[in-house]
């Protein structure tokens, strides 16, 4: 089965995946930001400019489980915490498009 972005589009090679699991999303924080995110990029016709480039992704669970809400850019192997809409559309823009970590929200690795 084919990865699916947050618009029901097949995912780009490049994505960013937003962590809904139980520990990011224990009280509907992960969700909230997923919605809101949609939102803001259909607002903005910024979910037509990233087609094929790049894509968000909602993923149940990461694994990672330390300073939720948690997000990942596949396929650099690079997490990201501290989230907002601002944080998510700026790691969207600098990182998965741009190829750029976003340093002040890498969620550095504690082993």
């Known amino acids: 089965m084919a990865i699916k972005d947050i618009f029901d589009r097949p995912a780009a090679p490049r ?3 937003l962590c809904t699991g139980p520990c990011c999303d224990q009280k509907g924080e992960a ?3 997923l919605t809101a995110l949609r939102a803001r990029l259909q ?8 087609v094929g480039e790049a894509s968000c992704v909602r993923r149940s669970c990461l694994g990672k489980c330390s300073g939720e809400p948690l997000a990942y850019v596949h396929p650099d192997d690079v997490w990201y915490h501290d989230l907002s ?7 969207l823009r600098d990182h998965v498009q741009d190829h750029r970590p976003v340093a ?4 550095e690795d504690d082993g």
Do not use: S, W
């Open 15 to 17: 994505r960013l995946l």
């Open 31 to 33: 969700t909230e930001l």
């Open 43 to 50: 607002a903005a016709r910024l979910d037509q400019e990233i």
């Open 85 to 91: 809409v601002d944080t998510l559309l700026t790691i």
């Open 104 to 107: 002040e929200f890498v969620l």
